[in-house]
């Protein structure tokens, strides 16, 4: 053990330890890459405070003014525009940060951020949505609507997990994507329809993020058209909740036109791997059937 005071006055040995707590020159480069944000990172942080806001104007505009009997209609509409617009906002942080981290970098914490922040925005945001709807339309249906919100958030919950630890091709998802089933889900709420067959939808929705019915990835064109389709359904949102000349309709028009997306997709991506089926028996059959017919080596 090395004396302070016989080693005052002198040069600083290398060999001798110093505590962490005097060094504090070190620069920030020495920082583990663990704990740095990057861009995409923040878009994602961002992505999980829309999903908090969602289910705070869904609390405070939609719930605790049906329990106080004190919201106008038109305030109450205006702030569940508002949770759903956000929900919106969150699925276009998805969607970027992902394109973020392909073209710059992601820190080691990225895949873990993004699991949590689709978690709070595409699973707590919409089945807290779900429930406060079940509240609202009428004590007895109240349990029913708890059910579907729970089960709605344990699909994405199995969901994200099943995505974090099971390879698939590339270009797919496995189960519809958690974003595209909260819009889905929110969809069906908003089109107003009788209690049991929402319910019926809701539940189809959940099904479907934990089957293993294949959805494409956003990518290219793709990501373009969905960009495009999630800034009109802004729109259409901001029209209804203004209570602009044909909002209603245009709210209705495009949530119809989601659940059908939610239910299209998928039968083109089943018959693609059909036709992809077929042409590989083809390309057998062809195969063989040329080795048949080729004639065999003459023999010396």
């Known amino acids: 053990m090395t004396d302070p005071k016989a080693t005052a006055g002198r040069a600083p040995d290398p060999s001798v330890w110093v505590p962490e707590a005097v ?6 480069d020495d920082m ?10 923040a878009l994602t942080l961002a992505n999980a405070t829309c999903g908090f806001l969602a289910v705070y104007f869904t609390t405070t505009g939609v719930l605790i003014p049906h329990l106080t009997n004190s919201g106008d209609v038109g305030v109450v509409r205006n702030n569940a525009a508002t949770a759903v617009l956000l929900m919106l906002c969150a ?63 344990l699909a994405v919950v199995l969901r994200l997990a099943r995505f974090s630890c099971v390879s698939v091709p590339s270009g797919i998802f496995q189960g ?13 709420v908003l089109l107003e329809l009788p209690f049991f067959p929402t319910l019926l939808a809701i539940l189809g929705v959940a099904w479907l993020m934990v089957s293993r019915v294949e959805y494409p990835k956003p990518r290219g ?47 083109f991506a089943t018959a693609r791997r059909v036709h992809a089926f077929r042409d590989h028996r083809r390309g057998i ?16």
Request: hydrophobic residues 50%; contains cysteine.
């Open 23 to 28: 060094a504090d020159d070190e620069d920030d």
């Open 32 to 41: 583990p890459l663990s704990l740095r944000l990057s861009i995409a990172d």
């Open 91 to 153: 699925s276009v942080f998805d969607l970027f940060d992902g394109l973020v981290a392909r073209k710059l970098r992601s820190s080691a914490m990225g895949a873990e951020l993004d699991n949590l922040s689709d978690l709070v925005s595409f699973g707590l945001a919409p089945a807290y949505f779900v429930l406060v709807w079940g509240m609202v339309v009428g004590d007895a249906h109240e349990p029913l609507s708890a059910l579907a919100a729970t089960v709605v958030l």
């Open 176 to 188: 519809m994507p958690s974003p595209f089933g909260a819009l889905t889900v929110v969809s069906i």
């Open 221 to 267: 064109p793709l990501a373009v058209a969905m960009l495009g389709w999630i800034v009109l359904g802004m729109g259409m949102l901001t029209a209804w909740a203004f209570d602009a000349p044909g909002g209603e309709l245009m709210l209705q028009t495009g949530c119809s036109m989601q659940v059908v997306l939610g239910a299209v997709i998928p039968l």
């Open 285 to 300: 059959r062809e195969s063989r059937t040329e080795t048949a017919e080729a004639p065999s080596p003459s023999r010396s």
